[in-house]
């Protein structure tokens, strides 16, 4: 079990970037996959971009692959989602989520064991 923190949330413009990181507990993190999700209001959650344990291998959901960027930092047992070129659709709370394997994880989220609280993400236009 990892216990996972999130920061990095805010307000900005659209066409701004934000960086978010997601902080894990623990001495095994490298053994994690890590996710990231988010969720408006009023709709389901939508996977947003995935990487391996060894940050090998990403994957993106279509509405920001090419503005987001997963990676990690196993050092330091973080995870970090690079948002560029945001628009106001991307406002939602975003969470990571980790699940203990080498592959990479997308969907369902069921299939993650771990969550964070979640940090907000608001881009006006």
């Known amino acids: 079990q990892v216990q996972l923190v999130e920061s990095g949330g805010g307000l900005v413009q659209a066409g701004g970037s934000l960086r978010l990181s997601c902080a894990a507990s623990g001495r095994t993190f490298s053994r994690y996959a890590m996710g990231w999700f988010r969720q408006a209001p009023a709709k389901e959650r939508e996977f947003v971009a995935a990487?391996?344990?060894?940050?090998?291998?990403?994957y993106y959901a279509d509405s920001v692959k090419g503005r987001f960027t997963i990676s990690r930092d196993n050092a330091n047992n973080t995870v970090y989602l690079q948002m560029n070129s945001l628009k106001p659709e991307d406002t939602a709370i975003y969470s990571c989520a980790a699940r203990q394997t080498s592959f990479v994880v997308s969907w369902p989220p069921s299939l993650y064991d771990n969550w964070g609280q979640g940090t907000q993400v608001t881009v006006s236009s």
């Open positions: 990487i391996t344990s060894s940050g090998g291998f990403t």
